[in-house]
């Protein structure tokens, strides 16, 4: 079960991909659990499972063992439809490569989500807390690797989501940008923590995943500050170890 108080929770999660005959264990028996507000790094080197691990966390992939706990609500019961809601509802997600649309300036961008989220922010509130405010009206062409990194960031959190799932969000900068947009992940964690808290229904702030590198298979976890979110408060490293 589900202990009071965490906002995730995973108890031998496995995954397993099949194409014929090929069998890829990309995660086994993984337990996992975060508190609200925590900032969490995954630890693994490349191929160990960390974005198959975040993609299932954030209701995107199925797990083929295992359970998964959203606030005491177990994630692996629910049909497509109960994920697709708890993904709309619940979920903020920024993928590796941005996925923004090209033709859509940053603001546009971020007002995509915003249009269809039950208790958004506006999406220049969100541009602004990223440090984007001056950069609305440009195209995603227009914007080094480091801004587009974080409109997607903008757009993951206009939403106010109860939970910000990162895959790699420094993976393809250089240091300097990657340490940017880390701070601004930071800012965002206890910016958006003390709206959340205001907002009826949504009681719990924002529990933070984002990824890092380390080893495949069976997982635990460790408490304590730890490169890259030195320093900080309430970081959870969680590595995994072979
Ligand atoms: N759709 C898929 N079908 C088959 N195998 C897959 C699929 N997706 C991932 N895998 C395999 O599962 C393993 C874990 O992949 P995953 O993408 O989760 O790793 P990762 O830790 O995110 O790696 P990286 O740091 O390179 O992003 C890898 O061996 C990968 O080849
Ligand atoms: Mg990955």
Known sequence: MAAAGDIIRTAGLGKTYRSGALEVQALRSVDFAASPGEFTVILGP???????????????????????????????????????????????????FYNLVPSLTALENVALVTEIARDPMRPEEALDLVGLAARRDHFPAQLSGGEQQRVAIARAIAKRPDLLFCDEP??????????????????????????????PGTPCPPAFLGPGRGRGGTASASHGPADPAEGQENVNVFQQVA
């Open 46 to 96: 490349s191929g160990s499972g960390k974005s198959t691990f975040l993609n299932i966390l954030g209701g995107l992939d199925t797990a083929t063992s295992g359970q998964v706990w959203f606030r005491g609500q177990e994630l692996t019961r629910l049909s497509e439809r109960g994920l697709t809601r708890y993904r709309r509802d619940y979920v903020g997600f920024v993928f590796q």
């Open 170 to 199: 420094t993976g393809a900068l250089d240091s300097a940008t990657g340490i940017r947009v880390l701070e601004a992940l930071t800012e965002v964690n206890s910016a958006t923590g003390a709206t959340t808290r205001r907002v």
